[in-house]
């Protein structure tokens, strides 16, 4: 089976520090992972996409993400945070082909940015 | 290129009645997967339909039921409300049942259903 797990429900940082949401996912096989941002009364967009290429992933808006095997981690990244970025962020792994492809969502993390 | 809609944005309904929320998916796509969020939790996982057949279901009991139209629209229906389906229900539609990366899944803005 396949699970992810974010580690922090709530992050607050202030404007111009970095940003790190954390993700562990468990999965059977090479997974591919995801992360989403969903602004209040908005839908979900992708930031960035894991697809065993290369494991720095780079997304939009300034964010990218470490694919770790070892530590089975897949972190969320972003230098400077931006007023803009608050919303809630969604770590996201795939279900195995046979499965349909169906997304696995974590908890998500709300990310606060103080001025 | 038009992007996935639903209707309606919002809807109130009593326990026990019957709703039907609609979605339409983004041009070229052919398959339409449909989420659960409640309130401070993460998209669940409902059914997944592709070329009008189910394909794929999630912990659901049978009265969340779904159909998917020749132009690849679909539709999710539930039967005998309970206040625990109040949520924001998502639909999201790709290109192809594999998933993964290569068939990028691409949200609705949802509809907000309340169940009194």
């Known amino acids: 089976a396949q699970s992810v797990t974010q580690l922090d429900s709530h992050v607050s940082v202030s404007e111009g520090t970095p940003v790190l949401l954390r993700c562990n996912y468990s999965?059977?096989?090479?997974?591919?992972l995801f992360w989403y941002v969903q602004h209040p009364n908005k839908g979900l967009q992708l930031l960035l996409k894991?697809?065993?290429?290369?494991?720095l992933v780079k997304g939009i808006n300034g964010f990218e993400a470490e694919f770790k095997k070892s530590e089975t981690s897949f972190h969320l990244t972003k230098p400077s945070a931006h007023m803009s970025d608050a919303a809630e962020y969604f770590c996201?792994?795939?279900?195995?082909?046979?499965?349909?492809?169906?997304?696995?969502f974590g908890q998500g993390t709300e990310l606060s940015v103080k001025p | 290129e038009t992007g996935v809609t639903q209707s309606p944005t919002h809807l109130i309904k009593t326990r026990g009645q019957q709703v039907t929320l609609r979605c339409s998916s983004q041009s070229g796509h052919n398959t339409v997967s449909w989420y659960q969020q409640a309130l401070g939790q993460g998209p669940q996982f409902i059914f997944q339909y592709y070329r009008e057949e189910e394909n794929g279901r999630g912990n659901f009991p049978p009265r969340f039921s779904g159909l998917q139209f020749p132009n690849y629209s679909s539709e999710l229906n539930v039967n005998a409300l309970e206040l625990d389906d109040s949520a924001l229900y998502l639909c999201a539609s790709s290109s192809g049942t594999s998933g993964g990366a290569r068939n990028e899944q691409f949200f609705g803005p949802g509809t907000r259903l309340t169940v009194l």
């Open positions: 894991y697809t065993s290429a290369a494991t």
């Open positions: 996201v792994v795939s279900a195995l082909y046979n499965q349909g492809g169906k997304l696995i």
């Open positions: 999965s059977s096989y090479s997974p591919s």
